[in-house]
């Protein structure tokens, strides 16, 4: 008699448990990191380390890449068609009652009433109309578009960063112009109480004074409030907290970059990774084409078996049935008629192709107006550089040549604000000049479709 196995306490049971999930969890590929928690940086950090840590910590390219995972999964399967494929089975069959065969020499049984039968079988194909050919070469090309999107997602995620990052700089730039406006205005009202106090003045230029130092206030909140703003975007960016307190490394200035539209479109047109893609796309419609063609062509396989069948469940030789044998066979199908299917999904492949070549087309002009975009916008900001420096150094010398004026109520407080606003505008000018050109950079070299070796720190020449 067989001996019995016996039968797992509930406490073993746990164990096994436990020690499955704890196989589980040391298994799992760790994932990217949650926002929240990564470890603040400390210090100043440089717009190398934000690139950095964005694309460690990016939701979005991390499902490009998974994306891509999920590609090479499927060219795997796509070659698993191409191998033979080994199935096996148990069936059990009972019957009412079992088959006799009235003879005149008396009644054979020719079956019991129970049936239990185990196949085994090896089925290989041999053609299919290069049906499977086109299958695998359709995964392969899904590879490399994953391949493409990834590099399309850190491209994107990187001008993000640089724009965000360069923002940061701009609105720091623009609360530190709003803060000495609100000193200088508060020195002006000084002035003015006290020439008001001793009968120079009348009481509207002191209230006329108020009033702007008011509006410089709010300006200052407000300013005060872009730079918490874009301080949380380019946070958010990096997997921190939005309350994070971030220092940045100063890199606004002007870089002067020669570059032509020739040589930039044709680099645009080599390395856009939009244009990879749909030229990939257009190849995958090439074999779709051919894949659709396999239904013109006859189907081919062979296959093999091997049957046990008996009437006990532990397969024992039977005197009713055959105890085992086997089987060798192929078959040739070929579909010659089905009222035009084939042709017509050979014609929707065709339309496809179609499809993706004026795409293609489109996009190359898109492409095009991008780049000439791009380097319109760097001359011009370039040249606004050049001219918003020089009204700084203006607008700073008419200030104090106004202030020294007021002071000798050689001119009128209307002035002296006139010039206060001037100066303003000017460093505000200034640093948005700055700004929109290395902005503008980087969309150009997004718009190649490549990255420029990031600057290195220096301080700014005006401001």
Not at 239 to 261: C, H, K, N, Q, W
Not at 415 to 421: G, K, R, S, V
């Amino acid at each position: 008699m067989l001996g019995r196995t016996p039968k797992p306490t509930a406490k073993a049971l746990w164990v096994w448990v436990a020690l499955l999930a704890a196989a589980l969890i040391l298994a799992s590929p760790a994932g990217p990191a949650e926002a929240g928690n990564v470890k603040p940086p400390s210090g100043t950090i440089s717009l190398e380390q934000c690139i950095g840590m964005a694309l460690a910590y990016s939701p979005n390219l991390t499902a490009a890449k998974e994306d891509l995972e999920g590609a090479k999964s499927k060219e795997k399967e796509a070659f698993t068609y191409f191998l033979p494929t080994l199935k096996t089975s148990y069936a059990f069959q009972k019957t009412q009652d079992p088959t006799v065969i009235h003879t005149p020499i008396g009644d054979v049984t020719a079956n019991w009433d129970r049936r239990y039968q185990w196949s085994t079988s090896v089925n290989q194909p041999v053609f299919t109309g290069f049906r499977l050919t086109s299958q695998y070469r359709l995964a392969e090309l899904g590879v490399d578009i994953a391949e493409v999107n990834v590099e399309l997602a850190r491209l994107d995620l990187v001008l993000n960063v640089k724009e965000t990052y360069l923002e940061y700089l701009r609105a720091q730039k623009a609360f530190k112009v709003a803060q000495q406006a609100v000193v200088q205005l508060q020195s002006h009202l000084k002035v003015s109480q006290d020439f008001y106090d001793v009968g120079i003045i009348p009481i509207n230029d002191v209230l006329k004074t108020k009033v702007e130092l008011a509006n410089a206030q709010q300006n200052e909140v407000a300013a005060q409030n872009s730079v918490e703003l874009a301080r949380s975007r380019l946070a958010t960016l990096l997997g921190l907290p939005v309350e994070t307190s971030l220092e940045v490394e100063d890199i606004l200035r002007y870089r002067p970059i020669a570059i032509e539209f020739a040589p930039a479109r044709d680099q645009a047109r080599n390395q856009r990774p939009e244009l990879k893609a749909l030229g990939l796309q257009l190849k995958q419609a090439e074999y779709g084409i051919q894949q659709a063609r396999s239904g013109y062509y006859p189907e081919l396989g062979v296959s093999a078996g091997y049957d046990y069948t008996s009437d006990s469940p532990d397969m024992q030789d039977s005197y009713y049935y055959d105890h085992s044998g086997w089987l060798v066979g192929a078959q040739l199908s070929w579909t010659f008629w089905e009222w035009g299917r084939t042709r017509d999904q050979v014609n929707q492949r065709r339309a496809d192709l179609r499809k993706l070549v004026a795409l293609r087309q489109d996009l190359e002009d898109q492409v095009d107006l991008q780049v000439k975009q791009a380097i319109l916008y760097l001359v011009d900001s370039a040249k606004n550089i050049v001219t918003a420096r020089t009204s700084i150094e203006q607008a700073k010398e008419n200030y104090r040549i106004t202030m020294e004026r007021y002071k000798e109520q050689l001119t009128t407080n209307t002035e002296l604000l006139d010039a206060q606003t001037l100066l303003t505008q000017a460093q505000n000018n200034y640093f948005t000049a700055l700004t929109v050109y290395n902005v503008a950079e980087a969309r150009l070299w997004r718009a190649m479709g490549r990255e420029r070796p990031l600057p290195q720190q220096t301080k700014p020449k005006a401001g």
